[in-house]
């Protein structure tokens, strides 16, 4: 199977683990890479009452790790040969993953192995790997 748009998923609380093996697949496959961070206003929230943290400077903070991540792929990507495109949205995790898959034809999605997985993984319209 041939995957020619990649969906990499990151959400608040992700890392950088996998992103040197979703650029090789995406390099083997000769496949364009999407990458998607969304902050996600309740787990923010949440967040920012057990931490006892200012919601604003905690949004904000995440916002630039999100960017921080999604600069890290596309470093990495360029420097494969991988074409890449960058979107960081606000939104509900599931909501907006699907959206996301449905305007931009996306073939299959990855995302890094958690609790996550199970959410997208049944819902999703394309094949779904956690790494």
């Known amino acids: 199977m041939k995957f020619k748009k990649i969906l990499l998923f990151f959400g608040s609380m992700t890392d950088q683990t996998i992103i040197t093996n979703v650029v090789q697949l995406c390099k083997k496959f000769k496949s364009k ?6 902050l ?13 943290r200012n919601h604003e400077s905690l ?11 999604l600069y890290l792929v596309e470093d990495e990507a360029v420097q494969h040969g991988v074409w890449t495109s960058l979107h960081l949205e606000e939104g509900v995790m599931l909501g907006t993953v699907k959206k996301f898959i449905e305007a931009y034809g996306i073939d299959c999605l990855i ?16 094949p779904v790997i956690g790494l």
């Open 59 to 69: 949004h904000k903070e995440i916002e630039e790790q999100g960017w921080q991540l």
């Open 111 to 126: 995302i890094r192995r958690s609790d996550e997985v199970k959410k997208l993984f049944l819902p999703c319209p394309v």
């Open 40 to 52: 996600e206003p309740k787990k923010i929230s949440r967040l920012a009452r057990i931490t006892h």
């Open 33 to 38: 890479l999407y990458v998607l961070f969304v």
